[in-house]
């Protein structure tokens, strides 16, 4: 009943690239397979078709009308651009700037996921991705000792989110700025560990918690 309503961000993503692409901007529209079925003028059954099987091979016509659907470009929803750095396009007509709130800039912090993370070093400073979460109105992220985002606690530190739409030329950031310190405490790692929303995609042992205690959030967002 819920699949008809509105789409559950917790739905399980297929295993296929397209599949997995055409779920995740789905999702990220917030629409059901039958919202985007009755943009792309398609059977919903033919989309979750799509969506589950792996070697499905739609026509250039089909993907062309659920990159439409999707607000997307085809390249993008094919996984083209995968290795592209974002936002090589012109700026869109009539561009929007506008400073985000702090309520704002909470809200799109607390969607978790990877953000960049500005740590200084013995060469200058050097930026990194980290695999973050925020639990109790502070940054947390998981790292091993010796790797580069364990360089962060002890200092001021800079952390930034931000997602691009190019098909669009339009898209957001939020930086925050604060004192990292190193989780030292044993009770307190195990409560960020249970109360995590993610895992490092790097894998391997990284038990050394990091918390970002922030004294400045700003964000600003492009529309068209």
């Known amino acids: 009943m819920a699949e008809q309503t509105h789409a559950s961000a917790t739905e399980r993503l297929p295993s296929g690239d397209l599949g997995r692409r055409l779920a995740a901007r789905r999702l990220q529209l917030g629409l059901t397979h039958e919202e985007t079925a009755a943009r792309a003028d398609m059977d919903p059954g033919y989309l ?12 250039r016509a089909a993907l062309l009308k659920l990159a439409a659907a999707l607000e997307t470009t085809l390249s993008a929803l094919t996984g083209g651009d995968a290795d592209l750095p ?59 000792r010796g790797a580069t985002p364990a360089l962060a606690a002890g200092c001021s530190v800079a952390f930034e989110i931000d997602r691009i739409d190019a098909a669009f030329s339009q898209g957001w950031s939020v930086l925050v700025r604060g004192r990292a310190r190193l989780v030292t405490d044993v009770h307190e790692a195990n409560r960020l560990a249970a109360r ?29």
């Open 48 to 59: 979750r078709h799509l969506e589950q099987h792996s070697d499905a091979a739609p026509s």
């Open 86 to 144: 974002p936002g090589p396009g012109q700026a869109g007509h009539d561009p929007q700037f506008t400073e985000l709130s702090r309520t704002e800039c909470g809200d799109l912090l607390s969607t978790h996921g990877v953000g960049r993370l500005a740590v200084p070093t013995a060469s200058g400073p050097v930026i990194v991705p980290v695999n973050y979460s925020v639990i109790d109105g502070t940054i947390v992220f998981r790292t091993a």
């Open 196 to 224: 995590a929303h993610s895992t490092p995609w790097a894998g391997g042992r990284r038990d050394m918690w990091v918390r970002i205690d922030p004294y400045s959030v700003t964000g600003r967002r492009i529309t068209v």
